[in-house]
């Protein structure tokens, strides 16, 4: 751990009450600190995110990093973070986000560090997902132009949270980071994380939002895109149903739409997306840990006969 780059405490009061004593404690801590509970978990790999400690200002510095605002937490004036997104096909080495902050002008300086993803061999009965007719080339385009632009929102509203909840329960059937070979073909390594789970499973937020996009797109079916604020957004696709309208405000839990098989797809299942200064990112780093999100994931037990 380097002094640019901490790992924030991790929060379990979303899922397991804290004592009275250690929260009046930790309640202590974050009023002096003014840490939040709820950041993601740093990770800073291709595809991961990396929380770089800001100067102290009496004001929320504006962070920049390749172009895009960042996402900053924390409070005045001396908890701030820039949560930076960081590209699949980033190289490791010295990356700089670049600060403003009252006419202020420096550089935050943090690493990323080499990840290793497995290669994913899928067979596509549907020769025309993998090489598609001119005709859907040019819908594909178009299609592609109106996520980019939703995945690219800049809403200045900070998150209502940065701690998720799953959006369905299911397993993984297809995690963050495969290098994907369709039919032979290499294609775009995987930006999301397939879940698996019977069709009609609901979908529903992990934090609070509003739709931007809803769309039947040729790749991802039925979609739908929520924006979190401040760059951090959510997408969901192949559903069988949408339950959203654009321009709806969603909280968290409330119901997206339900588990299908539409677009490029080989069975039920959701692709989860999470985009952070347009790049998508590991959607398991908004949990307290791998296995917390495994956890999570996991169908509640059939309820027994006797019950
Ligand atoms: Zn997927």
Partial sequence: MTNKTITPPISTARRRPLPAALLAVFMGLAACCGARADEPRPDAVPGGIALVQLRPSATEPTATYDGRQILVTGSAPLHWHAVVGIPLSAKPGRKYVQIESRGWHYS????????HYATEHITMKNKRMVNPTRAD??????????????????TPRPPDSLAFIVPL??????????????NGEPRQP??????????????????????IDVGDYFFTGNTVIVDHGEGLISLYCHMSVVKVIEGEDVSRGQILGEVGMTGRTTGPHTHWG?????????????FPSRTAFEEELKPPAAVGAND
């Fill in 169 to 182: 329960h299911g397993a993984v059937s297809s995690p963050f980071g495969l290098r994907r070979v369709f």
């Fill in 190 to 211: 995987h930006s999301g994380i397939d879940i698996a789970a019977p069709a009609g499973t609901p979908i529903v937020a992990p934090a609070a939002g509003k739709v």
């Fill in 137 to 154: 080339l040019r819908r594909i385009a178009k299609e592609r132009d109106q996520i980019d632009g939703a995945l690219s929102h800049w």
């Fill in 274 to 286: 999470v985009a952070l200064n347009d790049t998508m990112v590991n959607p398991t780093l908004f």
């Fill in 108 to 115: 935050a300086p943090f690493d990323v560090h080499s990840k």
